[in-house]
């Protein structure tokens, strides 16, 4: 889709145009051609939730890509593993920690935005952050491959990494600890009465645009 604006592709309230979008999932190989071809050829701009984004006046050259199809919203419960698609929202995370009792990423829900931002930029929060807690991510290099990739391989320091800029983030595998939904529970609500006595709630912002100083 050509020409379209972004009303809704970022939290903030500054919005321009994009020149395409598209929001197909991976697994059709038409796309990971076409992906590959415009990796090539023209600008490529992947957004995640739009969380933390403003786009200038005059809108993004070349293709503009969210993953915000079924491919990568699922997610997958392993043993002291959760496994979630890259444009899975974070806020969503909350109900599988609480179904299946996994501790331990209770910080990533009230991050805004989705999984594979929030691996990017090795968010973090309440003195933990995704270098933490993630055991490895499925991406998509340049060349259109598939591959499997640690935290080690990223080089993840305090809110960045040596994420390439021609990768894409499919999926996230997250390691849990065991915990109890009373205790999950207890922290996320301490976690939301946190921020709402601290920062705009429900308001479109665009976000946290500092660093802590160093030793914070």
């Known amino acids: 889709r050509e020409n379209r604006t ?3 592709r970022s939290s903030g309230p500054l919005h321009a145009l994009e020149k395409a979008l598209w929001r197909r999932g991976v697994q059709d190989p038409t796309l990971r051609e076409i992906l590959c071809w ?7 701009c992947l957004i995640g939730g739009g969380s933390n984004l403003l786009v200038r006046d005059g809108g993004v050259p070349g293709v503009v890509i969210k993953l915000d199809n079924a491919s990568f919203q ?5 043993n002291g593993t ?24 209770e910080f990533l829900c009230s991050i805004p935005g989705v999984i ?3 691996v990017k930029t090795n968010a973090g929060c309440f003195g933990r952050e995704v270098a933490d807690v993630m055991q490895s991510a499925e991406i998509m290099n340049g060349e259109g491959k598939i591959q499997t990739v640690t935290a080690a391989d990223l080089g993840l320091s305090y809110r960045s990494s040596l994420f390439p800029d021609d990768w894409i983030i499919l999926s996230i595998t997250f390691k849990t600890e065991p915990s109890t939904r009373e205790e999950i529970a207890r922290l996320l609500e301490e976690h939301k009465q946190y921020r709402k006595a601290r920062q705009p709630y429900n308001q479109k912002t665009a976000g946290s645009t500092f660093k802590n100083p160093e030793g914070l």
């Open 6 to 8: 972004m009303p809704r």
């Open 38 to 44: 415009q990796i090539a050829v023209t600008v490529v």
């Open 74 to 78: 699922k997610v997958t419960v392993g």
């Open 82 to 105: 959760i496994t979630c698609g890259a444009g899975f929202r974070n806020i969503d995370l909350k109900k599988h920690l609480l179904k299946h009792e996994l501790g331990g990423l």
């Open 116 to 118: 594979g931002g929030s």
